[in-house]
């Protein structure tokens, strides 16, 4: 989607949250009350909050530091023995007689059944403000961009906030609020804030669950708060923004298991594209993939560059022209790519084998395959047995393919001058003989042959039957 040369360094400003999680299964109803009884097998702690924005970044390949505020206690202890696990660098005040926040989740078969939380929150004092104030001033000219991650337990104070901000913008370094509470008033001047629905809704006193209502709410965010680029995360719906227009991207998931930290993976994203050089456009597609990866998970999950890329592999999500340039951006990043091509009318233990044998030749592997009607001028009016949309799901399903494409014509021959693939692979019954297209690739390579191996056979076959 966009190409970046380095990893970005990105500060963290914001609460850092204890997430606990105990998981087990339940077989009856306690005789005490109607509930499940969950009988505890295992519990894992992982980092929330701000916390979870530091992961996301971590897994995508940031270079992070934190700045935020714990205490003596358990929790805080925990807390920094998860960050140093991270191999970040913190800048962490300490405010005593405080008890960091924690989340405890109980989760009975997968299913989440009940959560608790303790905490104590930050009334930070005018000397400690100045503190943590003089820290981000005397640092952030070392880094990209800045997250605020706002969860409202007490260190992203009015003053803080608004300190952050103006000292960011006079150094032309972007700032993007994940915010909380009714009042963003403190957020004014950022360059991105990302609200979800609800919170937009009650800090804007705007009712969101109306369509209508997306882009007056945005502008009043662009226009009240001088946000560069407003934004509300729409669950569901996808993402709105506003950029020349009210905008909105369909949600990228799948399948959701658990929200939880969604809001996270969202601005980590955001602004590790953004401080990688991506396109607004570029970079708001790229956190709604994440997010949609993120809430096919149980819990707060980071999600790294490996599972972008694959999603964004995923034949459903591209268009055609989406694909060859994805292609092209692959060949640009010193992938070597792979092209072959056929029929593919009806798959079986022959195709797979070549199809191994293909992929082991470089890094992207593309198939192309003849449309119906191209087929039908190959093979005859009865041919193909299998429609090409079919035979596209088909062959994207295939662990060894990562491109499919369709072409009309008789041969590929223009699908290969337009992705001049660094191999061009054949059968082994092309052996001596010409191959459309090898012109337009670095090396062409004939695979051995598979003997009785048709889909030709197969139909004549199952005529018989």
């Not at 594209?273 to 597609?285: Q, T």
């Not at 191209?374 to 009016?381: A, R």
């Not at 299998?386 to 990562?402: A, F, Q």
Request: net charge positive.
């Amino acid at each position: 989607m966009f190409e970046y040369s380095k990893k970005p360094k990105i500060l963290v400003i914001g609460d850092l949250i204890l997430d606990q999680y105990l998981w087990g299964h339940s077989s009856r109803i306690s005789p005490e009350a109607p509930v499940p009884v969950i009988d505890i097998t295992s519990k894992n702690f992982s980092l929330g909050g701000a916390g979870n924005v530091i992961r996301n970044l971590n897994s995508l390949g940031a270079k992070v530091e934190v700045v935020s505020v714990l205490s003596e206690c358990s929790t805080s202890k925990k807390l920094k023995g998860l960050l140093k696990g991270l191999k970040i660098k913190t800048h962490l005040f300490t405010q005593k007689d405080h008890i960091a926040s924690k989340k405890t989740r109980v989760f009975s078969s997968k299913s989440q059944v009940l959560r608790f939380d303790s905490e104590d929150k930050l009334d930070l004092s005018s000397s400690m403000e100045i503190k943590i104030i003089n820290k981000i001033s005397s640092k952030i000219k070392e880094f990209d961009c800045v997250i605020i991650s706002d969860y409202g337990k007490g260190v992203i104070s009015k003053n803080i906030s608004k300190s952050i901000i103006k000292i960011s913008n006079s150094l032309s370094k972007k700032v993007l609020v994940d915010p909380k509470g009714t009042d963003f008033i403190k957020y004014k001047d950022c360059y991105l804030l990302t609200p979800n629905k609800k919170e937009a809704s009650e800090a804007l006193k705007i009712n969101l669950e109306v369509k209508n209502n997306i882009k007056p709410a945005l502008l009043k965010l662009k226009n009240d708060l001088k946000v560069n680029v407003p934004l509300i995360t729409l669950g569901a719906d996808g993402i709105a923004y506003y950029d020349r227009g009210v905008r909105i991207l369909p949600t990228a998931s799948k399948e959701v298991f658990d929200v939880t930290g969604a809001g996270d993976t969202v601005i980590s994203a955001l602004s590790f594209a953004i401080a990688s050089g991506a396109r607004l456009e570029e970079a708001i597609k790229f956190s709604n993939i994440a997010a949609g990866i993120a809430v096919g998970k149980i819990g707060t999950a980071e999600v790294s560059i490996q599972e972008i890329s694959k999603f964004m592999l995923d034949q459903d999500s591209l268009s055609e022209n989406e694909k060859i340039s994805n292609i092209k951006n692959a060949s640009n990043n010193g992938k070597k790519i792979v092209f072959t091509n056929g029929c593919f009318d009806i798959i079986h233990s022959g195709h797979i084998k070549y199809l191994e044998e293909a992929k082991n030749c470089g890094d992207i592997l593309v198939v192309g395959i003849n449309s119906d009607s191209s087929v039908k001028k190959l093979k005859g009016p009865d041919r193909p047995i299998i429609n090409e949309s079919d035979r596209v799901k088909v062959l994207s399903s295939i662990k060894y393919v990562d491109f499919v494409l369709v072409f009309n014509e008789k041969t590929p021959l223009k699908l290969i001058k337009l992705i001049r693939p660094d191999v061009l692979v054949k059968g082994g019954d092309y052996k001596n003989k010409s191959i459309v297209g090898r012109s337009f690739a670095k090396e062409t390579r004939t695979l051995s042959f598979i003997k009785n191996k048709s889909s030709s056979k197969i139909i004549k076959r199952i005529m018989k039957i």
